[in-house]
């Protein structure tokens, strides 16, 4: 630690006091007392602390009947947390972490309330989710001890936590919950104080993107689940998750993010998810949200059987990632038509990365009666996409859907959209991390690994870029970007240098 921290986070009689004993609390001082850290409870509801300590004392109980605890280190977990009735108790305390409402002004009462009892050295912590760590500071007598400790629910399984620097806090602050982070073994990453943080800044991309195709009519909402979960490999398709959060919680969330960036394009919401809203449609919890849950159970949406049809023959483009669909045309056994330019009545095929099947079409001379496009950015071996023009006929869809689907593997089809499904909604992911990269809220690494922890992607979204290629990324966005001529979809700097320099979108600047 460095030489001007007035206490080491490491001794082991630290004490942590937590002010507020609701969900997140409880899951903060489960974490701190497993750690060996004397955890001191309040709350302002009487007997609310109590109830929070007998509440983790249960959980912690209920783990070790799963073998998962030991009865000693139940013991002595519990031994670690004490109710105090009154924030003067709190005055011996070395940290200070506010769970309480998520209101300004009752943080702001809060902390000015804790300044008069605690040494001045003591560090005063907020979890906020959402209110600027600046705002509760500037009404403290010594901002520079506070700092944003935003942890996720649940804490003991939501391994990450959010250090959060004010434009006014001591960087030995920091350096302290970072430590004590390790010490209760969660990753602690370290963020500038803007609108959203890490996590929910970077995750602006997912639902947001999919709520933005869905309302231009490209695919139903189960279908854009099913290939984002399916094909791309998130756990939850974002209408799922969705529903699962809430929307009388995203939708808010979305609009505080849009809002406090000025406008931001990359962040606009949705009418559709600001109509359900008012229609209390909002997920698991009203019983109807995108799904229904009539039994509790997500509602099984239906899936259209394949057609049995086949194409005569099979033309297949090589521009773009075109190679991989020949190969996949081939292996299904298609008849390929090998001509430079398709023979009358084959079907065409196109693999376009970020262009829509009619721009690809006309740009490569194609009768876009005949043409299908195929997405192949991801692997194939668990679903397919298909996108049709304005002008393909059924029956060349039906038989493209029909090859597509002879070895068994699900296919979506869509209609016609720059980038399809997969690779708008990846380049706004990575786009947005760039950008979180690009103004310094924090490092590429803990980008990443905020990211990964906090919202359980295949991939941090910079990895992810490097995955996939930066090269094409950009691709993506540029095509988007001119085919909607909207400021959505620019591309952030981070992306574009790290993009033509060939490096990765990891590497940070020197």
Known sequence: MPADTPFDPLRPDLKLAIAGAGVMGRGIAQIAAQAGISVLLYDSREGAAAEAREHVASTLSKLSQKGKLSAEAV?????????????????????????????????????????????????LASNTSSLQVTSIAAACAHPERVAGYHFFNPVPLMKVVEVVD?????????????????????????AKDTPGFIVNHAGRGYGTEALRI?????????????????????RMGPFELLDLTGLDVSHPAMEAIYHQYYQEPRYRPSQIAAQRTVAGLLGRKSGRGFYRYDTGAQEAMPAAPAPAVRPARAWVSTRGLGPKLKDLVARLGATIDGNATPASGSLCLVAPLGHDATSTALEEGLDPIRTVAVDCFFPLEKRRTLMTTPLTSGAMRDAAHGLLAADGVPVSVIHDSPGFVNQRVIAQIVNIASDIAQQRIASPADIDAAVSLGLGYPKGPLAWGDTVGASRILAILQAL???????????????????LLGVSLLTPEA
């Open 166 to 190: 004010s434009l006014m806090t001591a960087s030995w602050v920091s350096d302290a919950l970072m430590a004590i982070a390790k010490r209760c073994g969660h990753t602690p990453v370290r």
């Open 75 to 123: 013991e002595r977990a519990v031994s670690n947390l004490q109710v105090v009735r009154a924030l003067s108790d709190f005055s011996a305390c070395s940290v200070v972490v506010e769970a309480i409402v998520e209101n300004l002004e009752a943080k702001r009462e809060l902390f000015r309330a804790l300044e008069g009892v605690v040494a001045k050295d003591c560090i």
């Open 214 to 234: 869905l309302s231009e009519g490209i695919a139903e909402f189960y279908e854009i689940d099913r290939i984002l979960r399916e094909s791309a490999g998130f």
């Open 481 to 499: 970007s001119a085919f909607y001529g909207d400021p959505r979809y620019r591309a952030s700097p981070w992306l574009k240098r790290r993009a």
